[in-house]
């Protein structure tokens, strides 16, 4: 099945689990062996490829014990950034997302009336 957007986290979590179980079977590990290499629980790998929901720490644990470690740098690819972007930043990465508020009306200021010559 390929992941796409429209499915469910359920259906997602599933696939995950199925295509991890795969992988250990063609590797030829039990759960147990993955498991000790991975540092984790078997119940835990238990639930991972039953599609359950877990801690991402013991996904990322599992992969390693795989040698799909690789593959996470595709899940959530680095923002490129341009060079005079770098340049404008000097060394502060950006912490927030900045929008102009709009002002109410009580906080908009008074228009004075226009300035006239010799009154």
Known sequence: MKLSPDLTDAAVLQELGARLERRRLSANLTQAELAEQAGISKRTLERIEAGRGTDSVMLIRALR????????????????QSPIALLKQKGHERKRVGRRRKRSPSTEPKSAPPWKWGE
Do not use: T
Request: proline share 12%.
């Open 65 to 80: 014990g795989l040698k799909l470690f690789d593959g996470v740098e595709g899940l959530i690819p680095d923002v490129p």
